[in-house]
């Protein structure tokens, strides 16, 4: 009989997954070694184990597993798996009820009355979710309270609230500074306004189909 080991495969939510794999030549790959602290009930692992699957079908059964253990993670990716509108928004519900803050983010964004929107996406941007200081601050009315979120999204990271937080200052360094930073991460709207050339043109849009939303973040971290 092989001898075995203790694996130990740390995940991304704190939680340690503890499991016994073959030593020597028969030393799993990370992908087993998951699998196989899933199949051993390790709920974390089978969050993370149905995130490496490929195949959809594997994806939702261990997606389902993990659900079904109360794991809020797993309640939000399952949810927003969900063809069926309704029970799309059950799963998304209860994760956010349980505070899980991707959950509150995303609940909200499938609410259809606005008053319930705003209040789930400010609950999330309170938690400082980067997209979600970003998204709260477009439904708020009051220009300063717009401004306010605008400028939080921007120092976590969020590149197109660099660039809008730009368009709205009114000092000339701190405009300048703003879209030099959104410039630098690729943003190609605050590119063009610095050209020499164009040094007063202010583009028709503000989105970047080929650029990420968000810089690689300094301080907090989004949560997902």
């Avoid at 309704?86 to 956010?96: G, I, P």
């Avoid at 477009?138 to 660039?163: F, N």
Wanted: proline residues 7%; aromatic residues 10%.
């Amino acid at each position: 009989m092989k001898s075995s080991q203790k694996v130990r495969l740390a995940v991304e939510d704190g939680a340690e997954v503890v499991t016994t794999a073959p030593s020597c030549g028969d030393c799993l790959s990370p992908q087993s070694e998951l699998r196989l602290a899933a199949e051993n009930g390790n709920v974390p692992a089978m969050y993370h184990y149905a995130l490496e699957c490929s195949d959809p079908e594997e994806r939702r059964r261990w997606l389902w597993m993990a659900v079904e253990k109360a794991y809020f993670p797993a309640m939000c990716d399952y949810g927003l798996e969900c063809d069926d509108p309704d029970e799309r928004k059950r799963w998304l519900r209860e994760a956010a009820h349980e505070g899980y803050v991707p959950a509150i983010y995303q609940y909200g964004l499938e609410c259809d009355d606005p008053a319930t929107r705003k209040f789930w996406l400010r609950q999330a941007a309170e938690e400082r979710y980067v997209v979600a200081m970003y998204d709260y601050g477009q439904q708020c009315d009051v220009p300063a309270e717009r401004k306010k979120w605008l400028r939080e999204a921007a120092e976590e990271g969020h590149i197109q609230a660099m660039y809008e937080l730009a368009l709205k200052c009114d000092d000339p360094e701190e405009r300048n500074r703003w879209l030099q930073e959104a410039a630098g991460y690729g943003w190609e709207a605050a590119k063009e306004i610095l050209s020499p050339q164009k040094p007063m043109l202010r583009p028709a849009g503000l989105e970047s189909a080929s650029l990420p939303a968000l810089a690689p973040l300094r301080g907090v971290a989004a949560k997902s």
